[in-house]
């Protein structure tokens, strides 16, 4: 087990209440591992520490087990706990150091530090040549052993370590790390919700939910008071199918997203929440299905209290039949209104997290289109529905007329495919001569020999800027993503197969590090048609009209950054930054790009963009750059873990001294671990480039994370939502 750093911090400033409590806990979880011999052996310990490598299992298990007899009892345990949590910093760096003395001589020799650093990059996921390895160990044995004897002794070490305070302040807790302190010790904090900083930043959404409550409690009240007469449960149903009539229309406006786009480029993006649309119509499809089950309940209970009354028809009857002749059309509301009910259940089920972020896209995709049907039956079953929705309903009609006619001119194509790691499929599609779009805008993209009728939103990872073709990286999330990639990788097999039709300089991009080939007119069977419906507007249309942007982008979550740094990296080249914000008119004055990534092969997929950047801003002073890069990867150790201190350590020195990160071979060095955001936006707060703007485009969970750190910092926060 491990702990956050937020953990780390707590067994360091322990007082001796919690010292106790801790100690109990550890206690009981020993016991639970022990069993009933009391003793953990080698392979328990394993077990519960839970290592790749077991290198530092058993080296943490030789110094653990203070008697040599193969086993740790609680007593050994705790005292060696003990002395890691509360010892001396000569005690701690003595831990240390006989982890790297494997032998015992009371030396490190050169060959152990090669086993260390081995370990250590197989615990951090990373994949080094063996040569890169040797650099590593030779980088840190030049600059610890200070006297040239071709040793490490421990002094040596301790003036190694002080070159490095961060690890220092460490130390103090990173053998223990593998045991979680309980959770009743921790810190509750209050809800963001409650924060002044909340309300500051979420204004115009607020104010938008505040203004469609009233509105429907409104229509509700004006609803059931003209009901009055017709008992409780008949002014209930009026007054949810009143406001059924406005959300079922107003839901239709939220996704109308060339309209939405278009908005964006006015005012009243000042003024509405365009970037929250869909958010919120998720949040209007919530209250449809309330209002629904109501608004049926309360004619149900109605029915049911008129058949006790009257004794004309029976419940079924009411339901199941038109003989009641309830409705404007035939005496069919009550059937179309069960239908309705199935229909929008249905669809909110499908539409849920679990369906759309499971591999079920096409389950959401397809149950969604049951919105046409639901539009009919409405149409059918309330007598001023059509009312509310012929405006709406024209401009919805409009935009997907208008979206057929565009995505069908013309003959698209893709023209090139990579295959990138982590089953990531870039695409390379003829752009166009009227397709003009912004930086990290979207499209629908549909594949015939994919799935006919099937179009999925991507955003666009190139710039506008250039020429010719338009990129998209999709990653194999999906049904649908998933045999997108199995498919080229298919026509990769059947092109290797007519290599005779390649000429030489497709034979050395095939010797590349990613399955690359490009498709030529002369290969019918690999010219795949496509089509395109776009672009589509998202929040990253603001980063030119901000002053400090700051972008951060999880795993593939890179691609409409991809896009923005490419189009930054074309204004550079083509003439000063400076005239090009004065010709402009923009306010960018900084962009901080952080991109977090969980292994090492995904920063494949844009590593020759980041190099590209680098060379760009080769002439600029480091400490004033237009552009600064932070890189993030998460399986790899940190300082703060024993097991990765000598790795990182020797990361540093090859860095400085090859003038490159050994991960990615950019110059930005490739961090360890997550990002501490605290730590990161208090210095993205003190650089004083105007007011910060941070755009995100990742998972859901680190978006929360993320959006309460701004709302603590008070910088504006945007996310991707398509």
Known sequence: MRTSPAGFQFLSTMNLDDDTKWLEWVAKQFESIAGEDKEIDLEEFKAALKVKESFFAERFFALFDLDGSGTISLDELLEALKLLVHGSETDKLRFLFQVYDVDGSGSIEPEELRTVLESCLKESSISLPEKKLDDLTLALFESADSDNSGSITFEELREELERFPEVMENLTISAASWLKPPT????SHAPRYLRPAYWHNNRSKLLFLGSYLCVNIILFTFAALKHVDSGPWIMLAKGCGQCLNFNCAFIVVLMLRRCLTWLRATWVARLLPLDQNVILHQLMGYAVAVLTAVHTGAHVANFVRMSQIKG????????????PGIGWIYGTASLTGLMLQLLIALMLVCSSTFVRKGGHFEVFYWTHLSYIFIWALLIVHGPNFWKWFVVPGFLFLLEKIFGVAMSHVGGLYIVEINLLPSKVTHLVIKRPPFFHYKPGDYVYLNIPVIAKYEWHPFTISSAPEQPGTIWLHIRSLGQWTNRLYEYFWNQQECHDHRSEWLDRKAKAKKKNRSQKWVLTENQRLCNIKCYIDGPYGTPTRRIFTSEHAVLIGAGIGITPFASILQSIMFRLVCCRLESILFQENMKLLKVDFIWINRDQKSFEWFVSLLTQLE??????????????????????????????????????????????????????RTQPGRPDWNKLFQKLAKENKGKVHVF?????ALAKVIKAHCEQFNFQFFKEHF
């Open 696 to 700: 995100f485009c990742g998972s859901p």
């Open 615 to 668: 060379i760009n801003q080769a002439e600029e002073d480091p400490s004033n750059r237009f552009l600064e890069m932070h890189l993030y990867m998460t399986s790899a150790l940190g300082k703060n873990d024993m097991k990765a201190i000598g790795l990182q350590m020797a990361l540093d020195l090859l860095a400085k001294k090859e003038k490159k990160d050994s991960i990615t071979g950019l110059k930005t």
């Open 184 to 187: 009743a010790l921790r810190k």
């Open 312 to 323: 004309t028809y029976q419940l079924w009857e009411y339901l199941f039949t038109t003989r």
